[in-house]
């Protein structure tokens, strides 16, 4: 037989087969006839009246139970978020009542379309009223926010791990920033990507490249040691100074040494290791002092002693500055928070009770910093805090240097010394501020119990007041001007412009700031990324996760402003914006060299950034074609906008991702393959930039 003979046959057999293939219901199953496969109802079951079920499968025997109910149960949440936020959608005949508004669900409603389409024979252009457009953000923006804040505290369930069940990320994470700005950006850098430009490290490679050390020689410690106390110390004052120089000495002269002392002493070891090597850009080997110093960390009572609880803090500290570290510093901080409740730290015991004055100060100092790095996790995890401020008594440490709390025999040590312990306590000032906006703006149920303080019913007159407070707090700054510590007053104004934006921007509390409000978030962020630059210049900037999380948020909380506050765009110049991103980008970079997950946010930025600067040039060009129209030669715009503009760089060893110079023909060359913003396209994964900045913080391993 011909082969066009045996065509018709093996498209029937093949016919034959799909048909077989399908599922019968149940009632032919049990009646053992032929069923047609039809959907809602099999011809047998429409003629007879009866109900048509689905069958059993052969197939589906070997799908656990548990996925199936999972599935259902997931089915029916999401059926109930549709009930909850869309009414109008009738489910049971799934035809909604009558057309909904994309606006009402689309996150690109934040971006106003603006319609720029240049003609082939003149210059004319048709672009949409530029006013019109800025104003119609602010509308969209409440309509994403929603009359009940869903939005504002969007719950972030990232999953860290393949065997790990999810972990909750919240409200003042900036989660829910992220999540507006990029959930309809490009997904060029999406999971795939990435995972070419990665290589993966075996966790025992690492180990034995790093094993533990010996003391260094003694002036290479006394260095790293002074390197602790001159930058770690002022923020977290949980050592004494003179008692671990003394300790480093006995270590030097006797082989008689406690566990404590070796643990502590190996701890300010790798911690100011850590310090040096990024200020100094030699490898210092921090990590081996730090496996030196868990050698002893089985002999240690961590329960029962305050020199427990210092090595805890040690091995917090080393975690939030080192990313290769496997501690999960969330954990490490409710031990230590346990430490302080089983000690009775958060009671006000002072001399009168019989104890030393450095006994004294040493429980309120390693008190405060136990809250302080508790409200600075809980705050940029989004979670609750964990010990609340009206259950202890906060009494604050007392101004005093370590050289004037000494112990009968320890030596002073020079008077030259700079202020430390004044920051420190101005620092603990501001967490009980920190504690109140948590309370307030990123509270879940914003109904207070009957037993708890009374709710706040002007909500925005206490925003203000808290302004007020910072205000203040910025303005008493300590300061010394024989002896500056210059490094330590950066780092109290960068504490005061991420508590100024962590006020600021949406919350739950306040899930539609006012324009004021916006604009003031918007020169926070910004003055957020001068100082981090102004650091970098000095080499006084210390990369450490809470440094690159509050960069990161920055960046966001800047492009968030530009886009949902009308005022904020019309006064930004792209230029102007375009050096502030490249100089964050730039810090990212720099931050990238010791946290790989700060590379990966800085691609995903400089995407959005990009995106941003276009869409505002849009703008600017739509403000001017309602002037005069006037022929301008290339000369007279020259005269009228800078030709020239440099961009604020860092280094120039530092790959900038925006030209150090360029000109305004050169912008729109730049921004070229950004003309449709926000492509319609698949959206990028919010868990790649937030697991980004969680990976190292919270270890998929233990």
């Known amino acids: 037989m011909t082969r066009e003979g045996n065509t018709p046959r093996r498209r029937v057999d093949s016919e034959r087969?799909?048909?077989r293939g399908k599922l019968a219901c149940l009632r032919c199953q049990r009646r053992k006839i032929r069923c047609d496969g039809d959907l809602p109802t099999c011809k047998n079951c429409r003629n007879a009246g009866a109900t048509c079920a689905d069958g059993l499968s052969a197939r589906l025997k070997?799908?656990?139970?548990?996925e199936i109910s999972s599935l259902k149960s997931r089915i029916s949440w999401l059926e109930s978020i549709i009930k909850q936020r869309c009414p109008d959608v009738d489910l049971d005949n799934g035809q909604p009542e009558y057309d909904i508004d994309p606006a009402m669900l689309d996150v690109s409603a934040l971006e106003p379309d603006v319609s720029i389409v240049?003609?082939?024979?003149?210059?004319?252009?048709?672009?949409?009223?530029?006013?019109?457009?800025?104003?119609?953000s602010r509308p969209a923006l409440e309509q994403v926010l929603g009359s009940n804040s869903a939005s504002a505290h969007e719950i972030g369930m990232l999953s860290l791990g393949a065997s790990q069940d999810s972990r909750y990320i919240g409200p003042s994470s900036g989660y829910f920033l992220a999540r507006v700005m990029l959930s309809k950006t490009h997904n060029s850098l999406g999971e795939e990507n990435m995972s070419k430009t990665e290589m993966e490290i075996p966790a025992d490679l690492i180990e034995s490249c790093h094993g533990p050390l010996s003391l260094p020689p003694k002036e290479l410690a006394q260095r790293i040691c002074a390197a602790f106390f001159e930058f770690i110390h002022p923020q977290y004052p949980i050592m004494h100074h003179t008692t671990v120089l003394n300790a480093m000495e006995h270590m030097y002269q006797s082989e008689d040494v406690?566990?404590?002392?070796?643990?502590?002493?190996y701890m300010v070891l790798a911690i100011g290791a850590t310090v040096l090597s990024m200020r100094s850009k030699a490898r210092l080997?921090?990590?081996?002092?730090?496996?030196?110093?868990?050698?002893?960390?089985?002999?240690?009572?961590?329960?029962?002693?305050i020199q427990g609880l210092q090595c805890l803090l040690l091995l917090l500290i080393f975690a939030l500055h080192n990313p290769s570290t496997r501690f999960n510093v969330w954990y490490l901080n409710y031990q230590c928070l346990a430490a302080v409740l089983d000690l009775g730290l958060q009671r006000n015991i002072t001399v009168e009770s019989g104890i030393s004055l450095l006994e004294q100060e040493m429980r309120t100092r390693i008190f405060w910093v136990c809250i302080l790095i508790d409200r600075t996790i809980c705050t940029m995890m989004g979670r609750p805090i964990g010990l609340r401020d009206e259950a202890c008594e906060l009494r604050l440490p007392q101004e005093i240097e370590d050289e004037m709390l000494l112990v009968p025999g320890q030596q002073p040590l020079s008077d030259t010394q700079q202020l430390k312990i004044p920051y420190s306590v101005h620092l603990f000032r501001a967490t009980k501020i920190n504690s109140e906006i948590k309370y307030v703006a990123n509270s879940i149920v914003q109904e207070a119990p009957r037993y708890a303080?009374?709710?706040?019913?002007d909500i925005h007159g206490w925003q203000n007041n808290v302004l007020q407070q910072l205000d203040d707090w910025v303005a008493r700054i300590p300061s010394d001007r024989e002896r500056p510590n210059e490094f330590m007053e950066l780092v109290c104004r960068l504490r005061y412009h991420g508590l100024c934006q962590l006020l600021l921007r949406p919350s739950p509390a306040i899930p539609k700031p006012t324009s004021e409000a916006l604009v003031r978030c918007y020169k926070s962020s910004t003055e957020t990324i001068n100082i981090l630059i102004e650091m970098y210049r000095k080499n006084l900037l210390i990369h450490n996760w809470t440094g690159l999380h509050g960069t990161v948020l920055s960046v966001l909380t800047l492009l968030y402003c530009i886009k949902a506050e009308p005022q904020v765009a019309r006064t930004t110049q792209p230029d102007a914006l375009m050096a502030t991103?490249?100089?964050?980008?730039s810090i990212l970079s720099a931050t990238g060299e010791h946290w790989s997950a700060a590379k990966k946010c800085r691609d995903i930025l400089d995407e959005l950034a990009k995106s941003t600067i276009q869409w505002l040039q849009g703008q600017s060009l739509g403000s001017a074609s309602h002037l005069p129209s006037q022929p301008r030669s290339r000369s007279s715009r020259s005269q009228a906008q800078p030709s020239n503009v440099t961009v604020t760089g860092v280094d120039e060893n530092i790959n900038v991702p925006f030209t150090s110079q360029y000109d305004t023909a050169a912008i729109d060359g730049i921004f070229e393959p950004f003309a449709n913003f926000f492509p319609e396209s698949e959206s990028v994964n919010i868990d790649i930039m937030m697991q980004s900045l969680f990976q190292d913080f919270i270890p998929t391993m233990n």
């Open 118 to 136: 240049t003609t082939m024979n003149d210059d004319t252009r048709e672009i949409s009223d530029p006013e019109q457009t800025l104003q119609s």
């Open 258 to 265: 406690s566990a404590v002392m070796s643990f502590q002493v």
């Open 62 to 66: 070997d799908l656990p139970r548990a």
């Open 285 to 305: 080997p921090g990590e081996s002092y730090c496996l030196a110093a868990l050698e002893s960390f089985s002999q240690l009572n961590i329960e029962n002693s």
């Open 17 to 19: 087969r799909q048909a």
């Open 453 to 457: 303080y009374p709710p706040q019913t």
């Open 581 to 585: 991103i490249s100089s964050a980008l």
